[in-house]
């Protein structure tokens, strides 16, 4: 899915986040959608949900997080262990925005969302991953309307999320498309990680777009 730079995920309860909202908080109107204007390609969207990852998750997301295809287009690596896994959903509860895909309650993903600090606090990071097994059904695409709905909700600061992504991911590019992202151009060299400089495009979705 996309590989790019991305707050009410708590574990334990512990977790706090230093955002602080600007005393005038704007609306955002067009951003609300119910669950039932959601669809999905294969199944009933109200099977699809967004929650905080949970330490019971830690099998069901070593699932999908050790398949080299499903994190090829990551910046972290392949998951091999389910003590790997406890360790970075553990780590999870100091992310700003970071809400488990599921489907049925179980985690077959996740879209994150990470504003940038200081004066850029108007500006976020959106990424994305679903486990393979559900590749070609819409899911990411719902996942990401669910994410979009919510979060200029939560951060009422921010005003616009970017999403970079490698030229080749042809997929990651469609479900952005279909949820309102505009591409603004092509990045040549832009990224580099797993060893490589890649050409990226950039996206972007503004708090005032209208999600499709």
Same mark, same amino acid.
């Given at each position: 899915?996309?590989?790019? $730079?991305?707050?009410?995920?708590?574990?334990?309860? $512990?977790?706090?986040?230093?955002?602080?909202?600007?005393?005038?908080?704007?609306? *955002?109107? $067009?951003?609300?959608?119910?669950?039932?204007?959601?669809?999905?390609?294969?199944?009933?969207?109200?099977?699809?949900?967004?929650?905080?990852? $949970?330490?019971?998750?830690?099998?069901?997301?070593?699932?999908?997080?050790?398949?080299?295809?499903?994190?090829?287009?990551?910046?972290?690596?392949?998951?091999?262990?389910?003590?790997?896994?406890?360790?970075?959903?553990?780590?999870?509860?100091?992310?700003?925005?970071? !809400?488990?895909?599921?489907?049925?309650? !179980?985690?077959? %993903?996740?879209?994150?969302?990470?504003?940038? !600090? %200081?004066?850029?606090?108007?500006?976020?990071? &959106?990424?994305?991953?679903?486990?393979?097994? *559900?590749?070609?059904? %819409?899911?990411?695409? &719902?996942?990401?309307?669910?994410?979009?709905?919510?979060?200029?909700?939560?951060?009422?600061?921010?005003?616009?999320?970017?999403?970079?992504?490698?030229?080749?991911?042809?997929?990651?590019?469609?479900?952005?498309?279909? &949820?309102?992202?505009?591409?603004?151009?092509?990045?040549?060299?832009?990224? *580099?990680?797993? %060893?490589?400089?890649?050409?990226?495009?950039?996206?972007?979705?503004?708090?005032?777009?209208?999600?499709?």
């Amino acid at each position: 899915m996309a590989s790019v $730079k991305i707050i009410d995920l708590v574990l334990h309860g $512990k977790a706090k986040h230093s955002y602080n909202p600007p005393l005038s908080m704007p609306t *955002y109107s $067009k951003l609300s959608l119910e669950p039932s204007q959601i669809s999905c390609n294969s199944m009933n969207s109200s099977r699809i949900s967004l929650r905080p990852f $949970k330490l019971s998750d830690a099998n069901d997301f070593l699932k999908w997080a050790s398949d080299d295809k499903v994190t090829r287009y990551l910046r972290w690596n392949t998951i091999t262990s389910r003590e790997e896994a406890l360790t970075y959903i553990e780590k999870l509860a100091t992310h700003p925005w970071r !809400q488990s895909i599921c489907l049925d309650d !179980q985690s077959i %993903g996740y879209v994150s969302v990470k504003p940038e !600090q %200081g004066d850029d606090t108007c500006r976020a990071h &959106v990424s994305y991953v679903v486990s393979a097994e *559900y590749w070609g059904q %819409g899911i990411a695409t &719902v996942a990401l309307r669910m994410g979009m709905c919510r979060v200029f909700r939560e951060l009422p600061c921010l005003v616009r999320i970017e999403a970079l992504v490698e030229v080749e991911n042809k997929g990651s590019q469609r479900v952005l498309e279909k &949820v309102g992202f505009l591409k603004e151009g092509l990045l040549r060299k832009y990224g *580099y990680w797993k %060893g490589e400089t890649r050409d990226m495009f950039i996206f972007s979705f503004l708090s005032t777009d209208k999600i499709m």
